[in-house]
């Protein structure tokens, strides 16, 4: 390849081969080496240029060399530098662990490693990190976590972190937001600092992958675990097939409810946007994100199950004293039950919203709505 060989290879696109400072694709070098061992080059259709076992990235590791991520947008022209900080990052994970970690860990042990700098929920180490992106901002080494005004969007596998807005000037806010942004898109892990119990003296630490962001109500969805995640579950769109019921979450009914409540909140908060859907309530913390077809009736996770309502109405909404029409997406209330006026509700219908629930879920919820209630369009039978 120095050489100037003709070949029939393009120029790397997801990764790249780093060797004496040069950056070569991956899959290049494998088909021209191939000359050695098979006496031919082999033909870029002819083999995969991946991950799995037997493909190019995955044989060329096996033999000691390094392969990239090759990162566009952020990075300068050094992908090589964000590899070393994410084997920095782990390497610290590991550290932790050695003293004791990653649960009831003394603050001063996190300032010592360089994980936590302390004063600040969002911790970018600029000195280290801002000559890696093109903006000089650096990326996000850490969060902070206090439960004091969102506890319940802590859980065990991810966080829905909430955008921070303090009464330092607007773009310092805005830059540490960016370096967590800038965290998700080169896959770097960083550091999610939680309190056991309020007041508490020592912290509990997660690492945390940034899986997804939603700009409208300014969160991140952090996951956590040892490897970045695999798929990207906020990005469903009309063509992912829907799935209504689940219904092996029955095998522990103790902690059906909560299960995977996070990840569902940021989905149907990213879908519908922070306001309530019936009364334009838009105080994020008194916000919820309710099943159409519930939980406790095997409804699934996926957002089109889900509408943003306000605790209010999400009570109201459960209780059945209102209902969305399928073919008309009209609010209906209880014929002999309190009115839209009463329940304070101001649209007429949610026809509003930039996406519909699916279909299959709000019909469900109007059978069973009007199975409680036959005579609620004049007949004995439920509306189909």
Avoid at 11 to 20: A, F, N, Q, R
Avoid at 202 to 215: A, C, I, N, Q, T
Avoid at 229 to 248: C, G, K, R, S, W
Wanted: net charge negative; with cysteine; hydrophobic share 35%.
């Amino acid at each position: 390849l120095d050489a100037g060989i003709d070949h029939p290879f393009g120029k790397p696109t997801g990764y790249e081969l780093v060797y004496d400072d040069k950056r070569y694709a991956p899959k290049a070098v494998v088909g021209l080496a191939c000359r050695y061992s098979i006496e031919r080059m082999l033909q870029p259709e002819e083999f995969s240029g991946g991950e799995a076992p037997g493909q190019a990235n995955f044989v060329l590791r096996e033999l000691g060399f390094t392969v990239v991520r090759k990162i566009e947008g952020d990075a300068v022209d050094d992908n090589l530098a964000v590899e070393e900080e994410r084997k920095h990052r782990i390497g610290l994970w590991e550290k932790l662990k050695e003293k004791g970690g990653p649960s009831g860990v003394a603050p001063s042990v996190l300032r010592e490693l360089g994980i936590y700098g302390g004063a600040q929920g969002i911790w970018v180490d600029k000195a280290r990190t801002g000559q890696i992106t093109k903006d000089g901002e650096g990326i996000t080494v850490a969060v902070l976590h206090t439960g004091s005004s969102y506890a319940d969007d802590l859980a065990e596998d991810c966080v829905i972190y909430h955008y921070h807005q303090t009464r330092r000037p607007a773009s310092r806010d805005l830059a540490e937001v960016n370096a967590t942004k800038a965290a998700g898109r080169l896959q770097l892990p960083f550091f999610v600092i939680a309190y056991p119990t309020p007041n508490s003296n020592v912290r509990d630490v997660k690492l945390g992958w940034v899986e997804s962001w939603d700009d409208q109500s300014r969160t991140f969805l952090i996951n956590f675990g040892n490897e970045p995640p695999t798929t990207q579950t906020a990005d469903i769109t009309e063509e992912t097939p829907f799935v209504l019921a689940t219904p092996e979450q029955r095998m522990k009914r103790e902690v059906k409810v909560r299960a995977g409540q996070q990840r569902f909140k940021f989905q149907v908060f990213k879908r519908y946007g922070p306001k309530c859907v019936v009364c334009g309530l838009s105080v994020v913390g008194l916000l919820d994100a309710a099943h159409i077809r519930p939980k406790l009736a095997d409804g699934s996770d996926d957002p089109r199950n889900g509408l943003v309502l306000c605790a209010n109405h999400h009570r109201a909404f459960d209780a059945g004293l209102f209902g969305i029409n399928p073919s008309t997406l009209e609010i209906q209330c209880l014929p002999d039950g309190p009115d839209r006026a009463a329940l304070g509700i101001t649209v007429d219908s949610v026809g509003h919203l930039p996406k519909s629930p699916h279909t299959d879920a709000l019909a469900w919820m109007w059978a069973e709505w009007a199975r409680h209630c036959p005579d609620l369009l004049g007949t004995g039978n439920p509306p189909a």
